[in-house]
């Protein structure tokens, strides 16, 4: 399976965007990259996905790069309730997500 | 978007007793369901796919004979945590597959549910 690498924290501004950098250097074709949030104690959120082109829904824009061997979740003005660990997975051709470490998203007041 | 509900959403047992824990998706029809453990301050890691009317597949290392599921209907997966220890406390998170086209799906997560053994 592609693996995914992120940072394990970042900070962000309240009101400001928060940039997510994902690696999936060893990324296939065929391979869907989806992002999920969690805020403590509670279940994963999906927030995106997307294969070659950018993507963009109510909560994210998803930037991916020409080679696809990385992405960017975008939040485009951080409120404190998007404090959350958020994870960059890629799908292979089956149905399982392999969760990677995540980042933890701190938006500070 | 779709909701899965876990029941319970938090279980206190004894060493040596099993629980059993639900998930059900509420506004569709799952064939495919996952179950996942956290432990505190780790990534969540796949413990099994759940076809419903066919046998689990678990991941390596995971013991088949431990943890029991069963996913008998299209709304319906179980886990059953047989002869907990403490080892086995945890935070059990199931998800659900909803197509949305022929090669993209989303998964639906679960709240969740705290086990804890004494």
């Known amino acids: 399976d592609a693996k995914t690498t992120q940072p394990p924290s970042m900070d962000c501004a309240e009101g400001r965007a928060a940039n997510l950098p994902c690696n999936h250097s060893t990324i296939s074709g065929n391979e869907y990259v989806y992002w999920y949030r969690q805020i403590h104690s509670q279940g994963p959120q999906y927030i995106i996905h997307g294969l070659k082109n950018n993507e963009t829904n109510e909560m994210a824009s998803l930037i991916i790069t020409e080679d696809r061997k990385s992405s960017t979740l975008i939040l485009p003005h951080a409120t404190l309730r998007d404090t959350a660990v958020y994870y960059c997975?890629?799908?292979?051709?089956?149905?399982?997500?392999?969760f990677g470490t995540g980042t933890s998203l701190t938006v500070i007041p | 978007g779709a909701v899965v509900s876990q029941h319970p959403s938090w279980v206190i047992c004894k060493s040596g007793t099993s629980v059993k824990i639900e998930c059900r998706s509420l506004?569709?029809?799952?064939?495919?369901m996952f179950w996942y453990r956290q432990f505190p301050k780790q990534s969540l890691m796949l413990m099994a796919t759940s076809n419903e009317g066919s046998k689990a597949t678990y991941e390596q290392g995971v013991e088949k004979d431990k943890f029991l599921i069963n996913h008998a209907s299209l709304t319906l997966s179980t886990l059953t945590v047989t002869s907990a220890h403490p080892e086995d406390s945890s935070f059990y998170i199931c998800s659900a597959r909803e197509w949305s086209g022929l090669l993209t799906y989303e998964q639906y997560f679960g709240p969740g549910t705290r086990l804890t053994v004494t």
């Open positions: 506004d569709f029809q799952a064939t495919t």
């Open positions: 997975i890629v799908r292979v051709g089956g149905n399982q997500f392999y």
